[in-house]
């Protein structure tokens, strides 16, 4: 009975609530009808809008994404390639220090063999 009657009372509220609003409209009711019509039009051509441009961004995003992938592969392969030709560069003098060392070993070994040999 309590859900019967507030059920009720919200119907004949929004009644209430209509008829006095279209009562105290400071327009017609088909002035009112076309200013409704014309929001709700301008409504929709600002959400078409906006859906266009959002398909532009995501199309643009898809572009960018696939020439920033080029760019990084490029660059991924020329810095592969540098250290490489870097690599080949530096070999013979890498072989060169090592000649060296093993000079300079060489010879400190035999500085201390004189060493000890002086010493007994």
């Given amino acids: 009975m309590k859900a019967k009657s507030l ?3 919200f119907m004949v509220g929004a009644a209430a609530a209509g008829i006095s609003t279209l009562l105290t409209a400071p327009a017609s009711g088909r002035d009112t009808l076309r200013c409704m019509q014309q ?12 859906n ?6 995501k199309d643009t995003a898809i572009t960018a994404s696939k020439e920033g ?9 020329d ?3 540098s250290i490489k030709n870097w690599k080949q560069e530096i070999l013979p ?3 060169e220090l090592q000649k060296e ?10 500085l201390e063999k004189n060493l000890n040999g002086q010493k007994a």
């Fill in 7 to 9: 059920l009720f009372g």
């Fill in 39 to 50: 929001r709700k039009e301008n409504l929709q051509n600002q959400i078409s809008e906006l």
């Fill in 52 to 57: 266009h441009k959002l398909i532009q961004l």
């Fill in 69 to 77: 992938r080029k760019g990084i592969t490029a660059f991924s392969s």
């Fill in 79 to 81: 810095v592969t390639h």
């Fill in 93 to 95: 003098h890498q072989q």
């Fill in 101 to 110: 060392l093993q000079a300079i070993e060489s010879a400190l070994q035999e």
